[in-house]
T-cell receptor, first 116, second 113 residues
Framework: GAGVSQSPSNKVTEKGKDVELRCDPISGHTALYWYRQSLGQGLEFLIYFQGNSAPDKSGLPSDRFSAERTGGSVSTLTIQRTQQEDSAVYLC??????????????FGPGTRLLVL | AQTVTQSQPEMSVQEAETVTLSCTYDTSESDYYLFWYKQPPSRQMILVIRQEAYKQQNATENRFSVNFQKAAKSFSLKISDSQLGDAAMYFCAHTGTASKLTFGTGTRLQVTL
């Protein structure tokens, strides 16, 4: 079946603009994660959605970052008033079962964001 | 807080030889899971192997195996009969009570002829 898909693959934006990054998880997967991969910070957790529970937003670096998951499927990560330090690869992952713990996370190809 | 340390930024191995990538971690939890992910230039993270901490038996997937030393908090990855397609970044990762993954800084593996 289809894997996790993300769009766009690459995004170039100007400082101060808002951007939206999209993630389509594997069908039927109840858990969805966003991570950020940057040269300076490595791979960092951003946010986690599990079923109908309140999301774990503990990794969001500032209030310029937000995410939503509609209908328990597609997720959008929004970065407002982008800054150059937001330049990174944004990775989305999903996992199959409600319990979440220890489940393998399946990753998408990522969106490379460049803020000029 | 959990931490994962990969002390080898780069490793090189000849085709058909064996290489071991190191990983240590720190956690206060007794129930947790460890992973090795591979990231080729295409950027997509691919699961290589998964280990449940409560299982003493080391996980194995074809040419990939781990040496899990729970007391030492060590989780190394052994790649046997290395192939050109094994060249990639390898990340060690941990998850516990919180479902998020905590990653190490990665090891870039080069495979030479």
């Amino acid at each position: 079946g289809a894997g996790v898909s993300q769009s766009p693959s690459n995004k170039v934006t100007e400082k101060g603009k808002d951007v939206e990054l999209r993630c389509d998880p594997i069908s039927g997967h109840t858990a969805l994660y966003w991570y950020r991969q940057s040269l300076g910070q490595g791979l960092e957790f951003l946010i986690y959605f599990q079923g109908n529970s309140a999301p774990d937003k503990s990794g969001l670096p500032s209030d310029r970052f937000s995410a939503e998951r509609t209908g328990g499927s597609v997720s959008t990560l929004t970065i407002q008033r982008t800054q150059q330090e937001d330049s990174a690869v944004y990775l989305c992952a999903s996992s199959p079962r409600v319990a979440g713990r220890g489940e393998t996370q399946y990753f998408g190809p990522g969106t490379r964001l460049l803020v000029l | 807080a959990q931490t994962v340390t990969q002390s080898q930024p780069e490793m090189s191995v000849q085709e058909a030889e064996t290489v071991t990538l190191s990983c240590t971690y720190d956690t206060s939890e007794s129930d947790y899971y460890l992973f090795w992910y591979k990231q080729p230039p295409s950027r997509q993270m691919i699961l290589v192997i998964r280990q449940e901490a409560y299982k003493q038996q080391n996980a194995t997937e074809n040419r990939f195996s781990v040496n899990f030393q729970k007391a030492a908090k060590s989780f190394s990855l052994k790649i046997s009969d290395s192939q050109l397609g094994d060249a990639a970044m390898y990340f060690c990762a941990h998850t516990g009570t919180a479902s998020k993954l905590t990653f190490g800084t990665g090891t870039r593996l080069q495979v030479t002829l």
